[in-house]
């Protein structure tokens, strides 16, 4: 018994400091910012006292439904279209030789030495008009010469993939590191193709990689504003962008608080489900194995 409450003031004693960080800088902040949603904005910039609804009723601005779709659609297809390229790099650098392991994982992780901001405005300088990319299109008739590769949704997605794509790489390395390979071996025995043995077996046996993957590249693509304002424009406006825009620019923290608080519950509501759906499962009884 003595071991046991050893072992377990232990794990309190770990815990603690974990747990007191994230409820100095991470719970604290998200109930405050509910709380400010309920508050009326003074015409200073302030929170004024008092509560109301007017807030949250002001969310039915008529270009906020375009805006929440834009959002949705680009941040989904940044995470698809992130998973379908990592999943693939992961298991080549899964299998390959050591070198090759460790130059394709540098140059995965290489981008992060440089500001988040310079390689954003590189990548308007590669879209702009007057660009080599622009140029080299039109010399192989694959756009108009009044065709912008700036200042479109298009852009915004191939730049959010640009930055996205790392955190979805490494996750799903560090699971198909740990895969044992010779299950696609041996259903490549039994018959199966290769591409069958990829899709059959080796992702199901990295979901754990996969499902980080796609939170790390889901969430920082749904609060995005940085990548939108340089290479996006006012047609590509998303959440983020909003938020940004009540707070610094019509200094009304309410509001802004306002629709915090809705891309916080949109994105906290199906995890904490999913999260619960897979503990339902893991507490499920086994079926007991046959005795052969």
């Known amino acids: ?23 100095v800088f991470f719970l604290l902040p998200t109930l405050i910012i509910f709380a400010i ?78 500001s988040f901001l310079i390689r954003i405005f590189a990548w308007k300088a590669v879209l702009h008009p007057d660009g080599f990319l622009k140029h080299a ?22 730049v959010m993939i640009y930055t996205e794509l790392p955190f979805a790489i490494l996750p799903i390395y560090a699971a198909a590191e ?47 504003y940085v990548v939108p304002d340089v290479v996006g424009g006012l047609g590509s406006e998303m959440i983020g962008n909003v938020i940004v825009a009540r707070t610094f620019t019509d200094r009304n923290l309410p509001a802004a608080s306002a629709l915090a608080s809705v891309l916080i519950l949109a994105l906290l509501i199906p995890m904490l489900y999913f999260l619960k759906g897979k503990k339902q499962g893991q507490n499920e009884p086994k079926p007991a194995k046959e005795v052969v």
């Not at 018994?1 to 007191?20: A, D, G, Q």
């Not at 694959?142 to 479109?152: A, E, G, K």
């Open 1 to 23: 018994m003595n071991s046991t409450r050893k072992k377990t003031l232990r794990e309190v004693l770990l815990t603690i400091p974990s747990f007191v960080w994230l409820t």
């Open 37 to 114: 949603a309920f508050k009326p904005a003074s015409f200073d910039g302030r929170v004024a006292d008092g509560w109301t609804w007017r807030t949250l009723l002001s969310l039915r601005n008529p270009n906020y439904p375009q805006i929440i779709w834009r959002t949705v659609w680009l941040s989904l297809a940044t995470t698809v279209i992130s998973l379908a390229v990592s999943i693939p790099i992961a298991y080549y650098i899964a299998r390959c030789a050591a070198w090759k392991r460790n130059l394709i994982l540098f140059l995965t992780i290489i981008p992060f030495w440089t």
């Open 137 to 158: 299109m039109v010399f192989l008739h694959l756009i108009d010469n009044d065709t912008l590769l700036l200042y479109r949704p298009e852009a915004v997605l191939i």
């Open 178 to 224: 740990k895969f044992d390979f010779a299950l696609i071996e041996a259903a490549l025995d039994l018959g199966a193709s290769k591409l069958k043995a990829f899709f059959d077996v080796f992702i199901p046996g990295i979901k754990a990689g996969v499902v980080s993957a796609c939170l790390m590249v889901l969430i920082p693509s749904f609060g995005s």
